[in-house]
């Protein structure tokens, strides 16, 4: 019971919180803000994937060049 009322209140100072600093308003700046982070992050995403694949790439050219040099030893 002790916890119920204890939630309540926690709840009731939540909400006064949230009324006393701008209530609607400062949750729509705040999320404007989000979404920018959000824009800003999905191009960051983007690029970590593009060079990803182009390292992976890289990777790849060597060391099937290492096998080809390797297997041409081994036949000489």
């Known amino acids: ?6 939630g309540v ?3 009731i100072l939540i909400f006064f919180f949230f ?5 609607g308003k400062t949750v729509k700046k705040f999320g404007e803000g989000l979404t920018d982070t959000g824009k800003k ?3 960051l995403e983007e690029t970590v994937r593009k060079e990803k694949d182009e390292v992976k790439n890289e990777l790849k050219k060597k060391i099937l060049k290492e096998e080809k ?3 041409k ?3 000489k």
């Open 1 to 6: 019971m002790i916890k119920f009322l204890f």
């Open 9 to 11: 209140m926690v709840g």
């Open 19 to 23: 009324l006393w600093f701008g209530g």
């Open 41 to 43: 992050m999905e191009v």
């Open 69 to 71: 040099g390797s297997k």
């Open 73 to 75: 030893e081994i036949s």
